[in-house]
């Protein structure tokens, strides 16, 4: 038991610059899963068309941008692998 709890705790150390490309697809993921419980509340108890119609702007706003940042994080993440497994 003490060495599987002490492998995440050496990849943490081994690769700390990804750390925040790590966070980010967390963020991502944390995001899309309140975005689906939380959104269709919001959708169903709006009270004017306009309200709805700026709610989905704001929406559409915000899955765009998670999706750059997911997009980007991933890519950053797959450039930082593929370059150790490369080196000798």
């Not at 038991?1 to 697809?25: C, F, H, Y």
Request: proline share 5%.
């Amino acid at each position: 038991m003490g060495i599987e709890a002490t492998r995440p705790t050496q990849w943490l150390k081994d690769n700390r610059k990804a750390l925040p490309s790590v966070v980010a697809l967390l963020g991502v993921a944390v995001f899309w899963i309140v975005g689906a419980v939380s959104g269709i509340g919001y959708l169903r108890d709006v009270s004017s068309p306009m309200a709805m119609l700026t709610g989905l702007y704001l929406m559409l706003a915000a899955v765009a941008a998670s999706i750059v940042v997911a997009v980007l994080a991933l890519t950053d993440l797959a450039r930082r692998f593929s370059r150790q497994r490369t080196l000798p």
